[in-house]
C-alpha cells in the first residue's frame, strides 16, 4: 500500500534544478554551479560562473510573502540606480525580479543578487572600515528618503520589534517566569524611554532603514571598498535603530568601543543626529538585542531545533541584556 505524503516545513531545492529552471529565466552566463552556500532566515547558494559569481537566494515559506520581497527587491534596486555600494537583484529576461518555484511546502520565491566583491571582516573590523560603513548607511538614508516604494513592509516599531520578539520568547520559556517577568519590565521600560525622547515621525530621523547593517553583511575588498549585502530585514523605522542594530551586533562580536564609535563618526560626516537620536541610540541597542531574541525563537522549528533553546541560551542573553541596562545608566 503507497504511504501518504507527511506534510515538509523547509525543504532544500536541488542545486541542479535551480540551474535547469530558475537561472536560465536570467541574462547570466551559463553557470558552472550553484551550491548551498548558507541556511538560515533563507537559503542562499552561490552561483559560479566563467566570468563572475552571483548570489541565489530562495526565500523560506512563510517568512515574507511576495510583496514584502517585492519591497526589499525595489529598494536594492534603486540604491544600485543611486550608485550606492550594495548587491543588486538581477531582472529576469522577461523584467521582473522574482521567480516562483513549487517547493513541497509550497510557493517559494527566488531572487538572484550580483555577488559582492571582497570578504566579509566580522569581527576584525577596524575603526577606518566601521567609519566608512557609518558613512555608507549615511549615504544610503539619504538616498531613500527619495524612494516612492510602490511596496509595503512591516514596520520596524514598537510592535514588531519588542510585542512580536516576547511572544516567541515566552513560549518556549514559560517556565522562566522570574526572567519572562524582567524582560517584559525591560520592554516597557525601553518604550517609555522612546515615548520620553519623542523621536519624530519625520524625514531624515524617520524613513527606510536596512536593518541590520554590520561587518557580517558587507564585503571590503583590499582597497578598504565596501559593498553591502542582505537587506532581508529592512522597513520603516528611525533611523538611530540602525546604528543601535549596529552596535548590538558589533558588541556580540566583542569589537572595541573605539571601533564602533568610529561608525556614529562616520555617519556624521554625512548626516548629523540630533541630540534626541544619539540619545535614543542606547535603547535601540536593547531593542534591537530583543527583536534578535525574537526572531531567533519565532523560527523554532524550522530553522533552529528545539533543542537549541536551552536554560544556557537564555541566560546568556539575558545577562548580555542586564550589562547594556546599566551601560544606559
Known amino acids: 500500500m503507497t504511504q501518504p505524503a507527511i506534510p515538509v516545513i523547509h525543504s532544500i531545492p536541488d ?55 517585492d519591497f526589499e527587491l525595489e529598494l536594492l534596486a534603486f540604491l544600485h540606480e543611486q550608485n550606492q555600494p550594495v548587491a543588486y ?3 529576469r529576461n522577461e523584467g521582473t525580479f522574482t521567480t516562483e518555484i513549487l517547493a513541497p511546502e509550497g510557493v517559494r520565491y527566488v531572487a538572484v543578487f550580483t555577488y559582492a566583491p571582497g570578504r566579509a571582516v566580522n569581527d576584525n573590523l577596524d575603526g577606518k572600515q566601521s567609519y566608512i560603513l557609518g558613512e555608507v548607511l549615511a549615504n544610503i538614508h539619504q538616498a531613500l528618503d527619495k524612494l516612492k516604494n510602490n511596496f509595503n513592509r512591516p514596520a520596524l516599531n514598537n510592535e514588531y520589534l519588542l510585542d512580536w520578539s516576547m511572544k516567541g520568547i515566552t513560549s518556549l520559556y514559560q517556565h522562566r517566569k522570574h526572567d519572562i517577568n524582567y524582560l517584559q519590565q525591560e520592554i516597557d521600560k525601553i518604550k517609555s524611554q522612546l515615548r520620553l525622547i519623542k523621536l519624530p515621525l519625520s524625514q531624515p530621523e524617520y524613513g527606510i532603514c536596512v536593518g541590520d547593517v554590520h561587518s557580517g553583511n558587507a564585503h571590503f575588498t583590499e582597497r578598504n571598498e565596501p559593498t553591502l549585502f542582505d537587506f532581508d530585514q529592512c522597513g520603516y523605522g528611525w533611523r538611530a535603530f540602525d546604528i543601535g542594530k549596529f552596535w548590538q551586533v558589533a558588541l556580540k562580536m566583542n569589537i572595541d568601543i573605539a571601533v564602533i564609535n568610529s561608525f556614529i563618526e562616520g555617519y556624521q560626516t554625512i548626516r548629523q543626529l540630533n541630540e534626541a537620536e544619539l540619545a535614543s541610540i542606547p535603547v535601540f541597542v536593547k531593542a534591537a538585542h530583543i527583536w534578535v531574541m525574537g526572531i531567533n525563537t519565532n523560527v523554532v522549528g524550522d530553522v533552529l531545533p528545539y533543542g537549541w533553546f536551552t536554560d544556557e541560551w537564555l541566560d546568556q542573553r539575558l545577562a548580555m541584556l542586564r550589562s547594556l541596562d546599566e551601560s544606559d545608566r
Open 15 to 69: 542545486d541542479a534544478a535551480l540551474i535547469t529552471t530558475v537561472l536560465c529565466e536570467y541574462p547570466i552566463p551559463k553557470p558552472h554551479s550553484c551550491k548551498l552556500y548558507k541556511r538560515g532566515l533563507n537559503d542562499t547558494y552561490l552561483v559560479t560562473t566563467e566570468r563572475e559569481n552571483y548570489i541565489l537566494r530562495v526565500y523560506r515559506r512563510g517568512w515574507r510573502n511576495k510583496e514584502e520581497i
Open 89 to 91: 537583484p538581477i531582472a
